[in-house]
């Protein structure tokens, strides 16, 4: 494998973690307006991606190979909950 396709794989890999994290946190940021004033769209989406890229990393560990459905569900419990710690646990 050659450094190219090594970069792919793991784009590859980290893509789910990447696009979920961005538009959970738009879409986020979009419903909770005057919520998250004060926490910039970049910040939400850094937390989130970062989360999704754990759990990516946790199921490959857990499970051996990567697209199991379980490391799916817990990329996207953990973007929620990242979400959740950075701009909305001090909403009420």
Same mark, same amino acid.
């Given at each position: +494998?050659?450094?190219?396709?090594?970069?792919?794989?793991? %784009?590859?890999?980290?893509?789910?973690?990447?696009?979920?994290? =961005?538009?959970?946190?738009?879409?986020?940021?979009?419903?909770?307006?005057?919520?998250?004033?004060?926490?910039?769209?970049?910040?939400? &989406?850094?937390?989130? +991606?970062?989360? *999704?890229?754990?759990?990516?990393?946790? *199921?490959?560990?857990?499970? *051996?190979?990567?697209?199991? +459905?379980?490391?799916? &569900? +817990?990329?996207?419990? *953990?973007?929620?909950? &990242?979400?959740?710690?950075?701009? %909305?646990?001090? =909403?009420?």
């Amino acid at each position: +494998m050659g450094p190219l396709d090594a970069l792919w794989h793991l %784009l590859n890999f980290f893509g789910p973690a990447i696009g979920v994290g =961005l538009i959970a946190a738009v879409l986020c940021k979009l419903v909770w307006r005057r919520g998250l004033k004060a926490v910039s769209v970049r910040d939400l &989406a850094v937390w989130a +991606m970062g989360a *999704g890229a754990l759990a990516s990393i946790a *199921g490959l560990v857990i499970f *051996g190979r990567d697209g199991k +459905m379980l490391t799916y &569900a +817990m990329l996207v419990a *953990g973007t929620a909950l &990242a979400l959740w710690w950075r701009g %909305l646990r001090h =909403l009420r």
